[in-house]
């Protein structure tokens, strides 16, 4: 099935998550809109825009490619590094909950075991209590392809401000150890590091998703 995801570049360095959301709505329902950001904090001039449809996004390429924010004329193609075959519906709501979105499982994302193996985990600190595991998910597939992203929770149920991500492959968590540095996820600036509790295969950690 074709992606509802779309790329858009040549953003200025100004523009923030809610320009581009404004922007894209020309073209639909945008679910999901978020500029990409170095490990400076500043942003890297590209975007991930989320449409309800796959016809919207279709549409977001077609008819919004060449059109300017912030005098500049952005170019939107599909977003490629969306994993073949990924389970789900993919949430990030930046800017509002969709309608029904309870924040809930999501099929396909069980909190089955950890399948990434060896230097596929990454800790991330500093989150807004009110993050959701999906909303962190979306966001750090900006590194690679996410296989599942735990909030850690204390004994109250409510979250620690911290979670464990789990790539695919060992070279994405590097990646997001690099790239994600500082930024921004619900207006915090947020800290990646290697997750050194996996480093002993210990298991006991709460899942963040129950």
């Known amino acids: 099935s074709q992606s509802r995801r779309v790329y858009v570049g040549n953003l200025s360095w100004e523009a923030s998550w809610q320009d581009?959301?404004?922007h894209m709505r020309a073209a639909g329902e945008v679910l999901f809109a978020e500029v990409m950001m170095g490990p400076d904090g500043r942003s890297k001039g590209c975007g991930i825009v989320e449409y309800a449809t796959a016809v919207q996004a279709r549409d977001a390429i077609s008819r919004l490619t060449d059109t300017e924010i912030g005098?500049?004329?952005i170019?939107?193609?599909e977003d490629r590094e969306m994993p073949v075959g990924g389970a789900g519906p993919a949430g990030g709501f930046r800017g509002g909950a969709a309608?029904?979105?309870?924040?809930g499982a999501v099929p396909g994302f069980s909190g089955g075991p950890?399948?990434?193996?060896?230097?596929?985990?990454v800790y991330v600190g500093?989150?807004?209590f009110e993050t959701a595991w999906q909303e962190l998910k979306d966001h750090m597939r900006l590194a690679g392809n996410v296989d599942k992203?735990?909030?850690?929770?204390?004994?109250?149920?409510?979250s620690k401000g911290c979670a464990i991500v789990t790539y695919q492959r060992p070279q994405e968590a590097q990646r997001a150890i690099r790239e994600m540095q500082n930024s921004v996820l619900h207006g915090r600036p947020i800290f990646v590091r290697e997750d050194r509790e996996a480093l002993g295969g210990g298991g006991g950690r709460p899942?963040?998703?129950r």
Do not use: E, M, W, Y
Request: hydrophobic residues 30%.
């Open 75 to 77: 170019f939107v193609r």
């Open 207 to 209: 899942n963040g998703r």
């Open 114 to 121: 950890r399948t990434g193996g060896a230097g596929c985990n």
């Open 71 to 73: 005098a500049r004329k």
């Open 149 to 158: 992203a735990d909030i850690l929770h204390g004994g109250d149920g409510r």
């Open 126 to 128: 500093n989150l807004a």
């Open 20 to 22: 581009l959301k404004d």
């Open 99 to 103: 309608p029904g979105f309870s924040g």
